[in-house]
């Protein structure tokens, strides 16, 4: 690559707290994805609100209930009490329950029923014999159990909702990856247009430092651009007349005139938009653990509570007898401990995942972690650091030493931003060095750059300078790594030379054995050149590797080991893995990477570290067996309790009536809670 600077070239931060933002509201494309992370926070703060009126309301409805006062031994009787408790607990129901009553009719649509209709059946069963007691069926209410039932419900699902995070906004993300505006040339003259009216053919200034408005052919001028965000190609790439350049990518050091190709959807991001809403559409939509067992239970309430009905009224039971009975089996088959045997696991486990590094924002795929057969792991940013480091610094002139000679190419770096020049200067600091100024300082297009430090003429160049020179390349000047190399000459004569590279993280080779001994196998998937993946791959061991994989490729990739029958976990951190991380089982997105990337996945590796991920598999084990364990403890007191509830022992004079059945409920919900909260010891 031809070594190229500017005079303090403007550059836009990539990543990290400096990253650009665009007022998404601007421009052409609306905001994508902004309406569903909104809803996410309104549907947390509504469940909240739920929960705290059904609250203050449970209190009469408890001191007015007979049972509850018979259970503590107190009454509390006036004229109209009945229709009181009527009207507190019908407001509960119609307030308090319509999430779930609501969630019970979604469910109902698409034949998926789960916890909305286990709760629904409940609160609705309980609701309709109770109000009918008020009004003179015979029988024991049961609007104390609906309330508590509802409260307890609303606060799980509270819980839950609060400690994963929120809908995507990748979509959203992605299109502000656009600027706003675009910079039009007509006869000459530099007119400020809105992308919208942006029309194929027109021909558009890019300054520097500035993002590409659209894909489009560099007709006058030449820069480097950054387009790893969007293809994965680490190093900058240089344009000049005739080359392509893809919209929302990052312009270097010169100013560039494009003819515009492609606008609106048949853009380069535009494509990329349309792979990640496909993705997230055909995702799996695997039910949650407590879902499934919430569809068991609703089968065991329906058929078990009709069943019930039914023997008695053949057995010559009165009908007000067997609706109770009925009534009562149905009512307890919805455990008030399942409301909170999985939400609290999920609290805990992803509060102490976030203390190590992990931010869950998919339930679902977290309790999958322990199914992950096989990973695919993006190169630049999330193996490697995506940022080129100093490899090697190696002197030819006798009377150069190594810091001299990185201090004198700091000197001449210290006023650009490309990448290899802050690869130099960070060296440079690194090693405490105290850098000199530069003066006459002037470029050398398309080979380097030259100045004078100390009285001596500098020059930082490529490859390509010292071959027009007739200056002979070193033969240890490269090695098989796949590095970039800068030459210093001094006074004209070679002094030595500088390789840099995209750094491996120190993390990863040990993350990567660890999967491996795990079993998994370990794949990398890179938008960069062969010769670099294949460099990284044999560094690290890895089962395999793509190189120059496009967006839709990495997709395709992911499909292919999933067909297979893989559990396929991607990892990446740049727009072009958004649509992967959306098709694999798990998306994991790097800390470091682009807003896009993380909004895409469903867990993100806040400190960057590949090895986070074994702790991701382990906890994800640990949380799962909890849940199983919870679960367990919240269906366990059903099997006892729904049998007495429906009569099996009325002949030896025992049925099991609401006020123990409520004793059997605490007991559950109380060993539930106890239960999750063994999980920090486990992790």
């Not at 979604?106 to 998926?112: C, H, I, Q, R, V």
């Not at 993006?378 to 100093?390: I, N, P």
């Not at 999967?515 to 990284?536: I, P, Q, R, S």
Request: aromatic letters at 8%; hydrophobic letters at 45%; proline letters at 4%.
């Amino acid at each position: 690559m031809d070594h190229q600077h500017a005079h303090h070239t403007a550059k836009e931060p990539q990543n990290g707290a400096g990253r650009s933002r665009h007022d998404a509201g601007h421009g052409a494309n609306p905001p994508m994805g902004h309406a569903e992370h909104d809803h996410h926070r309104m549907m947390i703060e509504d469940f909240k609100r739920r929960f705290w009126v059904s609250l203050l309301l449970t209190a009469p409805i408890l001191l007015l209930s007979p049972m509850i006062q018979m259970w503590l031994g107190f009454e509390l009787r006036f004229p109209g009490d009945s229709l009181l408790l009527f009207a507190i607990s019908s407001v509960v129901f119609f307030y308090g329950g319509w999430p779930f009553l609501k969630g019970a009719v979604g469910e109902f649509k698409t034949l998926s029923f789960g916890m909305m209709t286990l709760i629904a059946l409940a609160i609705t069963v309980a609701y309709v014999f109770s109000s009918a007691v008020v009004f003179g069926f015979p029988g024991e209410d049961f609007f104390w159990e609906l309330a508590t039932l509802i409260d307890i419900m609303l606060l799980g699902h509270w819980m839950e909702m609060k400690s994963v995070l929120g809908a995507s906004k990748a979509l959203q993300l992605l299109v502000s990856m656009m600027p706003a505006e675009a910079h039009r040339v007509v006869d000459g003259k530099v007119e400020d247009i809105s992308l919208e009216d942006l029309q194929k053919g027109d021909i558009i200034l890019v300054r520097p430092g500035e993002k590409v408005p659209a894909d489009g052919v560099v007709t006058d001028g030449e820069s480097y651009l950054n387009e790893s965000m969007l293809t994965g190609e680490s190093k900058p790439v240089k344009k000049e007349k005739f080359s392509e350049v893809i919209g929302g990518s990052v312009n270097g050091n010169g100013s560039i005139h494009v003819r515009v190709e492609h606008t609106g959807k048949d853009s380069y991001l535009s494509k990329v938009i349309k792979l990640v809403e496909e993705a997230q559409k055909t995702k799996s939509k695997t039910q949650h653990l407590a879902d499934r067992a919430a569809k068991i239970l609703t089968v065991v309430a329906v058929v078990v509570g009709v069943g019930t009905l039914v023997v008695w009224l053949l057995l010559g039971e009165s009908f007000n007898f067997a609706v109770e009975r009925m009534v009562t089996v149905m009512v307890i088959s919805c455990p008030h401990a399942l409301g909170l045997a999985v939400p609290l696991v999920v609290a805990i486990s992803t509060a102490i995942s976030a203390q190590h590094g992990l931010l869950i924002r998919n339930r679902t795929a977290f309790e999958n972690a322990r199914l992950i057969t096989a990973m695919i792991f993006d190169k630049t940013g999330t193996l490697t650091k995506g940022e080129f480091g100093v490899t090697r610094i190696e002197t030819i002139d006798p009377a150069i030493d190594k810091e001299t000679l990185l201090r004198t190419a700091a000197a001449l770096e210290q006023n650009s931003e490309h990448p290899i020049a802050v690869g130099i200067i960070r060296k440079a600091k690194e090693q405490k060095l105290d850098i000199p100024s530069a003066e006459s300082f002037q470029a050398l297009t398309g080979k380097g750059i030259e100045a004078t430090v100390d009285g001596r003429d500098v020059k930082v160049v490529s490859p390509g300078f010292l071959r027009d020179a007739s200056i002979e390349i070193p033969e240890n000047a490269y090695s098989d790594a796949a590095e970039t190399v800068v030459f210093v000459l001094l006074d004209d004569r070679l002094a030595g030379f500088i390789a840099l590279a995209d750094e491996v993280r120190e993390e990863s080779a040990g993350a990567i054995r660890a999967f491996k001994n795990l079993g998994v196998k370990v794949l990398m998937a890179t938008g960069d050149n062969e010769k670099v993946a294949k460099a990284v791959s044999n560094n690290m061991g890895l089962d395999g590797y793509y190189a120059e994989v496009l967006p839709h490729q990495k997709v395709d990739l992911v499909k292919e080991l999933q067909g297979k029958g893989e559990f396929v976990s991607m990892t990446g951190d740049g727009v072009n893995d958004a649509p992967a991380l959306a098709q694999a089982d798990i998306g994991i997105a790097v800390g470091s990477g682009t807003d896009i990337a993380a909004e895409t996945a469903d867990i993100i590796l806040v400190n960057s570290n590949p090895k986070d991920i074994l702790n991701l598999i382990n906890f994800g084990r640990a949380t799962y067996k909890k849940m199983i364990q919870n679960l367990l403890w919240a269906t366990g007191y059903n099997v006892v309790a729904i049998p007495l509830a429906a009569g099996v022992l009325y002949q030896w004079g025992f049925v099991l009536n609401p006020a123990i059945g409520a004793v059997f409920m605490s007991l559950s919900t109380i060993i539930v809670a106890l239960n999750a909260q063994l999980l920090k010891r486990q992790i």
